[in-house]
Nanobody, 124 residues
Framework: QVQVAESGGGLVQAGGSLRLSCAVS????????MGWFRQAPGKEREFVAA????????YYADSVKGRFTISRDNAKNTMFLQMNSLKPEDTAVYYC?????????????????WGQGTQVTVSS
């Protein structure tokens, strides 16, 4: 059973930074494509960023490009999301997802395993 767990959320002022972590259990982490999604109150869950299994390719939503950086450490079964220049509109529950199949990196159906989410709140 693969388990996915996010951490690092919290309350930060606009312009500040946070670093989210995602730990994945099991010995096949390096074979997963990984993604971050978020869901703001009253809105649908949306794609934030994704990274290929070997870290060689990254993808970002236009709304976070240039401010967020996704990375992974396959030796530690962990993925990260460095969030800088945070804005109040970044407030959401952030979810980590792992996927071993094909599919578009920005769609939820591409991913097989999900975490419970971590709350990020950006005050103005």
């Amino acid at each position: 059973q693969v388990q996915v767990a996010e951490s690092g959320g919290g309350l930060v002022q606009a312009g500040g930074s946070l670093r989210l972590s995602c730990a994945v259990s099991g010995r096949t982490f390096s074979s997963y494509n990984m993604g971050w999604f978020r869901q703001a109150p009253g809105k649908e869950r949306e794609f934030v960023a994704a990274i290929s299994w070997n870290g060689g390719t990254t993808y970002y939503a236009d709304s976070v490009k240039g401010r967020f950086t996704i990375s992974r450490d396959n030796a530690k079964n962990t993925m990260f999301l460095q969030m800088n220049s945070l804005k109040p509109e970044d407030t959401a529950v952030y979810y980590c997802a792992a996927g071993y199949g094909g599919g578009a990196y920005y769609t939820e159906g591409t991913y097989n395993f999900w975490g419970q989410g971590t709350q990020v709140t950006v005050s103005s």
